[in-house]
């Protein structure tokens, strides 16, 4: 049993090892222009879970380098990520809501939602946007927002329980 057990954790940690390789692989060939490689190394990633190729998938579909230009599947892959609690995709996301991309409603609760959650990481740029767009809303939609962003942190909470 012990031996069983032993050689699970080896295995999980080899594999995470790989990931993480090949995750700053994908990172290396993206910032060396070299798309096609960062692709092949983030889509098995991003199609197997890991919040941050989901997210830079998502930048690469939104900016359309290495692959095509498409704001929804851009958003699809930050709605994965920032479900997993990804500053940068929730970010993102509060972009395509405040500006209605990709088949995304515009809405400005949902967009002060996501800057909210990743201006609690840290993220000041999405401090700043949340703050900016805040004065675009009406009290009900404030109020409706923070109610959004503090159930999403409950909810997160209560999963790492």
């Known amino acids: 049993m012990r031996k069983t057990c032993f050689v699970t954790i080896f295995i999980l940690l080899l594999n995470l090892a790989t990931y993480a390789g090949d995750f700053e692989d994908g990172q290396t ?17 991003a199609e197997s879970g890991n919040a941050e190729a989901q997210a830079s998938l998502g930048l690469m579909f939104f900016q359309g380098v290495g692959v095509p230009r498409d704001h929804a599947k851009a958003g699809e892959w930050w709605t994965k990520a920032a479900e997993q609690n990804n500053a940068q995709a929730q970010f993102r996301l ?16 949902q967009a002060y939602k996501w800057w909210d959650l990743a201006a609690s990481k840290g993220i000041e740029e999405a401090e700043h946007y949340r703050n900016f767009i805040v004065n675009k809303m009406t009290p009900e939609e404030i109020n409706e927002a923070k109610k959004l962003s503090k159930g999403w942190m409950e909810k997160l909470e209560q999963s790492k329980e």
Not at 29 to 45: C, G, N, Q, R, S
């Open 29 to 45: 060939a993206f910032e060396a222009k070299d798309y096609d490689t960062a692709v092949k190394k983030w889509k098995p990633l």
């Open 94 to 109: 509060g972009f395509m809501y405040s500006q209605g991309l990709g088949g995304y409603p515009k809405d400005r609760v």
